[in-house]
């Protein structure tokens, strides 16, 4: 009975009593205990835990760490995959037919054997939802008509895979490593599935699982999702079934905590193992103190405004260009993104195939205010920007503001959380939105898509890519998009990709500013805690105590 309740002390860590909940439980001069990882982290933008419709960073973190994909991500050479649930693969010599065989005897956290069925219902269920990800098993010419017949249970243990185009082998497999592409437990979500009749939201009758996998669960990671509360906390447990190594820590709690001076002044107290989103002035001042350590990592994550082109001052050509000479970028790097953030105005991240090197825009007020004299706007004009409250946006928003003024015009910044921000950005209600975006998985295609492609700029569109959330009709570059994607001489194509970007730069309405450089304190006592170049790739397994 005391163990039960020890346990049930350790779960309910994520209210607002939580340091005092491991106080209790605590021996003394340790305050989180022995068996728990409590990290300090903004994830107020987690707006579902349904790998079939979860598209946030925060909640790619957690997928990552509690489901399981056919391949995933070779954290030792990012330009390829390796087996997960899958232990070995083999293309058709058409290039159309994947082909995958599972590891034997997996089984998910509920004890449920996995089988290719199992496969085959998550990408079923992922291109039936049709919810924000899906566009990423779409794209192969996939279908909830045709879906059935392209991803198929050849047997329990074989996976079959087949795509409109011969793709280069290394961007299906890139592909498959997303977190859309996270295997469910079929059986435990048909449980759980609401029927509904044929509706514009239940097209195919029921919901899949999908309101009870908002917060539910039904994976096989190392780690299983016990509790998600919006904007307090996230919790894992360990799942003993995992086939592989088993994490060494029984839990995992993430704290929502915003604000980087609360996480510091925590991790000293030792009331969280790990500080998550910290500003310069807090990261160096952990640097200094002896009890704690640093570490740091290159994301595949870009940070970037854009401009609305429902809105008829944004629209004009010579205004997207205005914006991007009206952000001081050597102010910001030295300041506010300082250790966690390089100047980088491209859409590919460093280390990507084609990524073009080069800053052109500088802070210019003159060049600005003749960009908007031609066009008919020297007197400026109001406009609104959506930011999701914390830093670095906050800073960087009221930073753009103070510049943007400069040239006559007026920025409201309209605060919010990740989730409400998120929400009205993907309706396409906004003026000017703030915000990151991640890389899918790790292939140029992933950034050039959603950049530089818009197939149908309707609001009925189905690819809903940054270009469509910001209604930028792009006929010609979306076309080109699709060409590189089948180039198959990496050179050739490398050239194809910094052309888009070359593109994007002279007429887009984004404004790239920087990529991220992942930061973290630490408790010098934690041993394994890594951070890796995806969101996704947070693994916590490998995490202990000494």
């Given at each position: ?110 004890g449920n054997p996995i089988t290719a069925a ?87 009758g029921n919901d899949f699982g999908n309101a ?208 409400q921000t998120l929400t009205k950005y993907r ?120």
């Open positions: 009975m005391m163990e039960k309740l020890a346990l049930r002390s350790r779960i309910l860590l994520a209210g607002a009593a939580m340091s005092a909940l491991l106080l209790a439980g605590a021996p003394a001069g340790a305050v989180t205990p022995a068996d728990t990882l409590v990290e300090g982290f903004a994830i107020d933008d987690i707006i579902s835990m349904d790998p079939g419709e979860a598209f946030e960073l925060s909640t790619a973190e957690v997928t990552g760490n509690t489901y399981d994909l056919l391949v995933r991500l070779d954290l030792s050479d990012t330009s390829k995959v390796k087996a997960d649930l899958a232990e070995s693969w083999t293309v058709s010599d058409d290039g159309l037919t994947y082909t995958f065989k599972l590891r034997p005897g997996l089984k998910f956290a509920s199992d496969v085959a219902y998550s990408f079923e269920r992922v291109v039936k939802l049709d919810k924000s990800p899906a566009f990423i098993i779409e794209q192969f010419g996939i279908s909830g008509d045709n879906v059935a017949d392209k991803a198929k249970a050849v047997d329990d243990t074989t996976f079959q895979f087949t795509v409109d185009k011969a793709y280069a082998p290394s961007f299906v497999l890139n592909c498959l490593s997303a977190t859309v592409a996270s295997v469910v437990d079929s059986k435990l979500v048909k449980e759980h599935v609401v029927k509904a009749a044929p509706t514009a939201d239940y097209k195919w009870w996998l908002k917060t539910g669960y039904a994976g096989s990671g190392a780690y299983k999702l016990r509790e998600w509360r919006a904007n307090e906390a996230v919790v894992m447990e360990r799942n003993d079934n995992y086939y592989g190594e088993k994490a060494k820590l029984a839990r995992v709690i993430y704290r929502n905590m915003k604000e980087s001076s609360a996480q510091r002044l925590a991790l000293e107290a030792g009331d969280i193992d790990v500080a998550r989103n910290l500003e310069p002035n807090d990261l160096d001042a952990i640097a200094k103190n002896a009890d704690l350590v640093t570490t740091s990592a290159p994301k595949g994550t870009v940070y970037y405004i854009s401009l609305n082109q429902k809105n008829a001052n944004l629209a004009k050509p010579e205004v997207r260009q205005a914006f991007k000479y009206l952000v001081d970028y050597d102010a910001l790097g030295s300041t506010i993104l300082k250790g966690i953030g390089e100047i980088h105005q491209t859409f590919l991240p460093k280390g990507v195939l084609g990524e073009l090197d080069g800053n052109p825009f500088k802070f210019d007020v003159a060049k600005a205010k003749e960009l908007l004299a031609k066009a008919g706007l020297a007197d400026g004009f109001s406009v609104t920007m959506d930011v999701r409250t914390g830093q670095p946006t906050t800073g960087m928003a009221e930073s753009i503001q103070q510049t943007l003024g400069q040239a006559g015009i007026k920025l409201e910044i309209i605060p919010g959380d990740g989730k309706a396409r209600n906004h003026d000017i939105y703030i915000g990151q975006w991640g890389q899918d998985y790790f292939d140029p295609n992933s950034n050039a898509q959603t950049f530089a492609s818009n197939p149908d700029n309707s609001d009925a569109g189905k690819s809903k890519t940054l270009a469509w959330r910001n209604a930028w009709d792009i006929p010609d570059l979306t076309k080109e998009t699709e060409a590189a994607l089948l180039e198959k001489d990496s050179g050739k194509r490398a050239d194809m990709y910094k052309d888009l970007q070359q593109k994007i730069l002279d007429t887009s309405p984004f404004v790239i500013i920087h990529q991220q450089l992942e930061v973290a304190g630490l408790r010098k006592n934690l041993k394994g805690f890594a951070l890796g170049p995806s969101f996704d790739t947070n693994f916590v397994g490998p995490v202990s105590k000494e």
